[in-house]
């Protein structure tokens, strides 16, 4: 790392913002997170409200599409304790290692405001129009340059994508075809294709994000792949409330170890994820090598259907990634026994008797009947979106 500034990646997410310092090894071309982190909770900042309500989806979208911003005085206040959040955070990396200079990236949820420094749209918090510039604000404020400006926030699931990528230990480090898929508070995807990462934004025509896919039970496949979407799916099978298990810190590995135990509720979740799962890894495989067959409906009925060609048509991936919490998940020892052995079956199967796939295509995936041992991989790189901001700055910098 340049001695003159430090650079810093930012995971901000529904009720948090994480931060570390990211180490460059110019040798190696690679990355990988510094010792120093910093973490701030909206809630902890006065002026949050717990009581916020966003504005409707719709009203957001039309105001976007009519480039008519405007936030209400309800949102106003709200993303003040964002904005300090984020602040307190960049503030706090600086002063712990004595640099005044600094080079930043942000990753956030939501859809992004034309210059790409500002949330236009965002389901579950508030829209801010001027985040980048607010932020940047607060931190020159406490005497703190930036070697240069935020040059945009980014999306968390792109970042996914770049750490695993250019981090030292990354997932897809030297790996020509692969498919990410991250679950925390919602699902991540990522597709690298010939080495280059390809975001789903310019996918939409061919390729879906999971969180736009149903099931015909009419869920959505994030619930299958976030931690907060398998405590859902737990609740609705044992009764349980939502509430009761976060009180009481029941969480996607303690509902596995009732699996493991033998609770009926809990092998009945176990078996719902493992069964779509699968079918979304066997979507993904089979849209890339020969075009979608809309194996799924969308949460909104009004998307089009995905077009059957695209350019990558013939790919066939070298490795499944699966990351973030969900990765955590199928990497432990219950993980591996309640969920990634079943869904290696199921999935096998299903590579196995698909009318989509070639028989050449199969033997790629395939020993005999048996998923290869190293198409699906659990990352360790927790995180992965924060390490991805803080390259992408770098990146963006140069």
């Known amino acids: 790392m340049n001695d003159q500034y430090v650079l810093i990646g930012i995971d901000g997410g529904a009720t948090k913002v994480s931060a570390w310092i990211i180490n460059r090894d110019e040798e190696e071309n690679s990355y ?19 009581d916020f309500k966003p504005v409707p989806i719709p009203q957001q979208l039309e105001d976007y599409h009519k480039n008519e911003p405007a936030a209400t005085a309800a949102e106003q206040s709200q993303a003040q304790t964002y904005i300090e959040a984020c602040a307190r955070v960049i503030i706090q990396l600086a002063e712990e290692i004595k640099r005044n ?15 790409r420094r500002g949330i236009a749209v965002l389901a579950n918090g508030p829209r801010i129009f001027n985040y980048a510039t607010a932020v940047e604000s607060k931190v020159k404020s406490r005497g703190i340059k930036f070697l240069k400006p935020i040059a945009h926030i980014g999306s968390d699931a792109d970042y996914c994508g770049i750490g695993e990528k250019y981090a030292r230990t990354g997932s897809l480090k030297d790996i020509p075809n692969a498919y990410y898929l991250g679950g925390g508070t919602g699902a991540a995807d990522a597709l690298l294709i010939n080495e280059t990462l390809i975001p789903f934004d310019q996918t939409k025509k061919w390729l879906a994000k999971t969180w736009e896919m149903k099931n015909d039970l009419g869920k959505s ?9 398998i405590q859902f799916l737990y609740s ?3 009764g349980i409330s939502i509430e009761s298990l976060y009180r009481d810190k029941i969480y996607p ?11 009926k509720e809990a092998l009945a979740t176990m078996n719902e994820i493992t ?6 890894l066997y979507e993904r495989i089979t849209t890339l090598f020969c075009g979608s067959q809309n194996l799924f409906q969308f949460v909104n009925e009004k998307r089009e259907p995905l ?6 048509q013939g790919t066939l991936l070298d490795r499944i990634v699966i990351g973030q919490r969900l990765g955590d998940l199928i990497g432990s020892r219950v993980g591996i026994e309640m969920l990634t052995k079943p869904i290696v079956k199921r999935l096998s199967a299903l590579i196995d008797t698909s009318e989509y796939l070639t028989e050449t295509a199969k033997a790629h995936y395939l020993h005999g009947n048996q998923l290869k041992d190293h198409i699906l991989f659990s990352s360790p790189l927790r995180e992965a979106p924060a390490l991805g901001a803080g390259i992408d700055a770098y990146l963006s910098s140069e």
Not at 101 to 115: A, E, R
Not at 253 to 263: F, K, S, V, Y
Not at 275 to 280: G, I, K, Q, T
């Open 253 to 263: 590995l303690d509902i596995a170890n009732r699996a493991l135990m033998g609770e």
């Open 101 to 115: 200079n600094v080079l930043v990236g942000i990753g956030m949820p939501g859809l992004k405001t034309k210059d």
């Open 32 to 50: 990988a997170l510094g010792e120093n982190h910093a973490e701030c909770a909206y809630a902890d900042i006065p002026g949050f409200s717990l």
């Open 221 to 229: 496949l994030e619930r299958y792949a976030s931690a907060s979407g």
């Open 236 to 238: 609705q099978h044992s």
């Open 307 to 312: 077009e059957t060609e695209h350019p990558y």
């Open 275 to 280: 069964e779509y799962l699968a079918l979304l």
